[in-house]
Structures are given as C-alpha cells and as structure tokens.
Nanobody, 115 residues
C-alpha cells in the first residue's frame, strides 16, 4: 500500500509555470509506474504523463513540449514541471502510483490558470 500527497498547485497567469510534487509514503524505487492525471470541471479525468521506473516517459499530446514529469530518487518525490500554462490546463491534478495490480491516488492539487 502507498499514500500519495500532492502539492504545488495554485493560481497563475497564462504563460506562467508551476511545479507539482507527489510524495509517496514509501520508496519510489518500489513503485513501478507513477502517473500524473488531471480533471477539469465537468470533464473526465485524463492522463497527463506516465513515469515508469524503467523506460521512456509518456506524455499526452497537450503536455508534449510544455510539461516534464520526473522521478527524484534523492528526494523520494515525483515532479510535474508545467510551463507555458494555458486556461485549459485548469483542473485538479492527481498523482497515481501503480503497485502490482493496484492503483493508488493522491487527494489532488488545484491548478487554476487565469487569462
């Protein structure tokens, strides 16, 4: 089992940046894949990025070139660097951890991009 705590959300202007963090309750070495997802008001949750323990990261089309997801072994943290933010990036961002056949979710952090 693992608990996930996200932080770093907030209110920013168009074009600004935010860096989200996800702190798991256990070592990230033991977690196969982390994911960042988001959910906008009235919409379904969607994938932002996948960060596997091994192999290439995967990004949604809207995140390519603007967002960077990474695992920080030294700080036992998973990051989501978001640049050039747009109003359509507004939503609650969730961290996900895949451990065996189980999926774990954090409580989410609100990102609001104002024009």
């Amino acid at each position: 089992q693992v608990q996930l705590v996200e932080s770093g959300g907030g209110l920013v202007q168009v074009g600004e940046s935010l860096k989200l963090s996800c702190a798991p309750s256990r070592s990230i070495f033991g977690i196969e894949t982390f994911g960042w997802y988001r959910q906008a008001p009235g919409k379904e949750r969607e994938l932002v990025a996948l960060v596997p323990r091994f192999g290439s990261r995967h990004y949604a089309d809207f995140a390519q070139g603007r967002f960077t997801a990474s695992r920080d072994n030294a700080k036992n943290t998973v990051w989501l660097q978001m640049n050039s933010l747009l109003p359509e990036d507004t939503g609650v961002y969730y961290c996900n951890a895949q451990l065996g056949s189980e999926d774990y979710w954090g409580q989410g952090t609100q990102v609001t991009v104002s024009s």
